[in-house]
């Protein structure tokens, strides 16, 4: 039932108007922020009829225009799903599926406020850019946000409380994607506030970055992080777990995984996942970073280990010249997790002539040299070369036993850039450098359509946190090896893009969950990507770069920003045996912010190589090239005092060291679920 504005005054504060329905009546005020086209608006909601059920839905309508698209921050990007995409997850298409094997493709969605990494929605036809965004949490409940095409138009908007339809993508209860309306009760004359931004302009497919911005920039006083240790600590427990737990000396791995509980491992010990990708989620990454540690504490061990991971990551060139996407246990070197057996992806082979590289130059500054190593790498390098596309195109996936390019679309083979760039200063090989220029403006294309996709090998052509990883990277090195600005102006893109992913705020979490027991912080995490719907760790593979981008750059947001994702990792790092269910060092991946294959504030109960591998990575980078750590402990909390102005007063801890978590388990909310 809509609500008609009755009345409408200007005043200093802004522009002051009242609205009503049969059900409702309204007052409203709205103010410009900053003055600009983004303003704040506020609700102030009174029940007229008698005690019932009710919602309210808040939303901008436009003509369609062309072919509408849309971001919702962590959730949906664009269309959210490339056609040949073979995941499953929500994607926008203008008429319904009829395909019930496949329910997440329609010409709308609304989603729960807690899986946005901050609760916005924005949507551009061919002439204007709309947004919207709410607080999280308001006085009724959980807020949502939605969008809309039909008859001509299009809508973005937010719920109060959330909707999740026309499906509902979570898969751990009995309802399973049952679309879900959720209700708030009102009293006869009882009255409520909602507050929201929103903001219209002309067509700019990059306007959701100041838009997204202003939200944090005002609110992130108010909203602290927790991490539990200091970077020295915290690498001492992460080298310990990767060499205690996941390093194999007879095989010369660090598999990706162990158990928590040593009853549920395979083999003799605690190891899940007996591989090791050369990359991604173990391999190079992980292996330079253990060596490292073991530079830096002087550990023969861990240097030890580190050496014969990295020589025999070296060893697994296939006949193409480029590596082997993983090795396992009683197989040898395999495809890894590619659409076919036999395929190997462009991100996991350019992280590991990346890494390899940089393992190669560390130790170069320690006077060892591993020929083997250099070797290896200049092959890998040689065919991402051979490989090319006249346009700068490096593809995405390739045959292991031909070498030839199998599939093209995507950005997966974004990151050779930056293992060209490095390869070009090290053996000094100009082919390289004219080879990572022309990828650097090919792939260009994909941040001008703010549209990144393809990067990992377990969520097949799907835009993920970690296609902005890798823009950063290769962007920021050509910005550094070329000194011409438009590759900074790429790499801020990029930056902007990578974003979207991380969390701004503190989502509420169900009183008995473990992550609410142990005072778990959303803010700094990265939602992985909108087919995979947990918090992770990898944006610490960008963690240099985000950082020598805000000093390039002279703006602090992006130096807040990378601390507060280091910040955020220093959760749940097992401080002793018995630590969460772990053992001493170990590091989970996989935290639930939201309902997805496991309930909200559950955690994976498997310890990663990357995660720890990553952190060393991040925490021994500071140690070395800012001389500190910007990790920052036992931040004051103030839950008595007032936000700063035009702060949204729901995202206010409200606790003093205790967690932050839903007011009573949600079985007994006074909340009503049609289903």
């Known amino acids: 039932m809509p609500a008609r504005v009755v009345m409408v005054q200007y005043r200093y504060e802004g522009v002051n108007f009242v609205a009503e329905c049969p059900i409702v009546s309204i007052e409203g005020l709205v103010k410009a922020v900053n003055k600009s086209q983004h303003f704040l608006c506020t609700l102030k909601i009174t029940n007229r009829l008698a005690r019932g059920a009710y919602s309210v839905s808040v939303f901008l309508r436009a003509p369609a225009g062309g072919n509408p698209r849309f971001l919702i921050p962590g959730v949906f990007y664009k269309h959210n799903r490339p056609a040949k995409c073979n995941r499953k997850y929500p994607g926008y298409t203008p008429e319904p599926s009829?395909?019930?094997?496949?329910?997440?493709?329609?010409?709308?969605?609304?989603?729960?406020?807690?899986?946005?990494?901050?609760?916005?929605?924005?949507?551009?036809?061919?002439?204007?850019?709309?947004?919207?965004?709410?607080?999280?949490?308001?006085?009724?409940?959980?807020?949502g946000v939605f969008f809309s095409v039909k008859d001509g138009r299009m809508e973005i908007g937010v719920n109060f409380p959330y909707r999740e339809e026309p499906a509902k993508y979570s898969f751990c209860y009995e309802t399973g994607t049952a679309p879900e309306r959720t209700f708030f009760y009102?009293?006869?004359?009882?009255?409520?506030?909602?507050?929201?931004?929103?903001?219209?302009?002309?067509?700019?497919?990059?306007?959701?970055a100041p838009f997204l911005r202003t939200i944090y920039e005002r609110d992130r006083s108010a909203i602290p992080t927790r991490p539990w240790?200091?970077?020295?600590?915290?690498?001492?427990?992460?080298?310990?777990?990767?060499?205690?737990?996941?390093?194999?000396?007879?095989?010369?791995?660090?598999?990706?995984?162990?158990?928590?509980?040593?009853?549920?491992?395979?083999?003799?010990?605690?190891?899940?996942?007996?591989?090791?990708?050369?990359?991604?989620?173990?391999g190079a990454p992980t292996?330079?970073?253990?060596?490292?540690?073991?530079?830096?504490?002087?550990?023969?061990?861990?240097?030890?280990?580190?050496?014969?991971?990295?020589?025999?990551?070296?060893?697994?060139?296939?006949?193409?010249?480029?590596?082997?996407?993983?090795?396992?246990?009683?197989?040898?070197?395999?495809?890894?997790?590619?659409p076919k057996d036999n395929w190997a992806q462009a991100r996991t082979c350019a992280e590991a002539t990346l890494f390899l590289l940089r393992a190669l130059r560390l130790?170069?500054?320690?006077?060892?040299?591993?020929?083997?190593?250099?070797?290896?790498?200049?092959?890998?390098?040689?065919?991402?070369?051979?490989?090319?596309?006249?346009?700068?195109?490096?593809?995405?996936?390739?045959?292991?036993?031909?070498?030839?390019?199998?599939?093209?679309?995507?950005a997966g083979g974004l990151l050779w850039t930056a293992a060209l760039i490095g390869g070009s200063v090290f053996f000094g090989e100009p082919r390289y450098r004219e080879a990572a220029i022309r990828a650097g403006h090919c792939y260009a294309s994909y941040l001008e359509d703010e549209f990144l996709y393809g990067a990992p090998e377990d969520v097949h052509l799907t835009p993920t946190s970690e296609d902005g990883y890798n823009a950063l990277i290769s962007y920021t090195l050509l910005g550094e090896i070329t000194r011409e600005e438009e590759w900074l102006k790429m790499a801020k893109a990029a930056?902007?893009?990578?974003?979207?992913?991380?969390?701004?705020?503190?989502?509420?979490?169900?009183?008995?969950?473990?992550?609410?027991?142990?005072?778990?912080?959303?803010?700094?995490?990265?939602?992985?990507?909108?087919?995979?719907?947990?918090?992770?760790?990898?944006?610490?593979?960008?963690?240099?770069?985000?950082?020598?981008?805000?000093?390039?750059?002279?703006?602090?947001?992006?130096?807040?920003?990378?601390?507060?994702?280091?910040?955020?990792?220093?959760?749940?790092?097992?401080?002793?045996?018995?630590?969460?269910?772990?053992?001493?060092?170990?590091?989970?991946?996989?935290?639930?912010?939201?309902?997805?294959?496991?309930?909200?504030?559950?955690?994976?109960?498997?310890?990663?190589?990357?995660?720890?591998?990553?952190?060393?990575?991040?925490?021994?980078?500071?140690?070395?090239?800012?001389?500190?750590?910007?990790?920052?402990?036992?931040?004051?909390?103030?839950?008595?005092?007032?936000?700063?102005?035009?702060?949204?007063?729901?995202?206010v801890p409200t606790t003093s060291g205790g967690p932050t978590t839903e007011e009573m388990p949600p079985s007994e909310r006074e909340t009503l679920f049609d289903l």
């Open 495 to 651: 930056a902007d893009w990578l974003l979207t992913f991380r969390f701004t705020y503190n989502t509420r979490l169900p009183q008995f969950s473990i992550l609410s027991q142990y005072d778990f912080r959303t803010k700094g995490g990265d939602v992985a990507s909108p087919s995979n719907q947990h918090l992770h760790f990898y944006g610490l593979v960008c963690h240099p770069e985000l950082m020598k981008l805000g000093q390039y750059l002279k703006d602090d947001y992006y130096i807040r920003r990378a601390t507060e994702h280091l910040e955020f990792c220093h959760q749940f790092i097992a401080r002793d045996d018995g630590d969460f269910g772990a053992r001493k060092g170990m590091i989970p991946e996989q935290f639930y912010h939201t309902d997805w294959w496991q309930p909200k504030g559950h955690l994976l109960a498997l310890s990663h190589a990357w995660c720890a591998g990553l952190l060393l990575y991040a925490n021994l980078w500071e140690k070395e090239c800012l001389k500190q750590s910007t990790i920052r402990l036992n931040q004051p909390e103030e839950p008595g005092t007032a936000p700063a102005h035009g702060a949204r007063t729901a995202r």
């Open 363 to 410: 130790e170069l500054s320690y006077g060892a040299a591993h020929h083997a190593w250099g070797d290896a790498v200049r092959k890998s390098l040689d065919f991402a070369v051979k490989i090319q596309r006249a346009d700068g195109h490096l593809g995405s996936y390739y045959n292991m036993d031909t070498g030839e390019v199998e599939e093209w679309e995507g």
């Open 98 to 143: 009829t395909d019930a094997e496949d329910p997440f493709l329609g010409p709308e969605w609304s989603f729960r406020s807690d899986r946005c990494s901050e609760p916005a929605v924005l949507g551009w036809t061919d002439d204007l850019s709309l947004a919207m965004a709410a607080p999280p949490v308001f006085d009724k409940g959980q807020s």
């Open 287 to 338: 292996a330079m970073a253990l060596l490292w540690q073991g530079r830096a504490v002087k550990n023969d061990d861990y240097l030890a280990a580190g050496t014969r991971v990295l020589d025999k990551i070296a060893s697994g060139t296939g006949p193409t010249g480029t590596f082997f996407p993983c090795l396992v246990s009683g197989k040898g070197w395999t495809g890894g997790w590619n």
């Open 186 to 208: 009102m009293n006869r004359g009882e009255a409520f506030s909602v507050t929201f931004d929103m903001a219209i302009g002309k067509r700019d497919l990059h306007g959701y």
């Open 229 to 282: 240790m200091d970077a020295d600590h915290a690498c001492q427990l992460a080298s310990y777990g990767l060499y205690k737990w996941h390093y194999d000396r007879e095989e010369s791995a660090l598999w990706e995984t162990c158990s928590f509980d040593r009853y549920f491992g395979k083999r003799n010990g605690y190891v899940d996942r007996a591989s090791m990708h050369t990359a991604w989620v173990s």
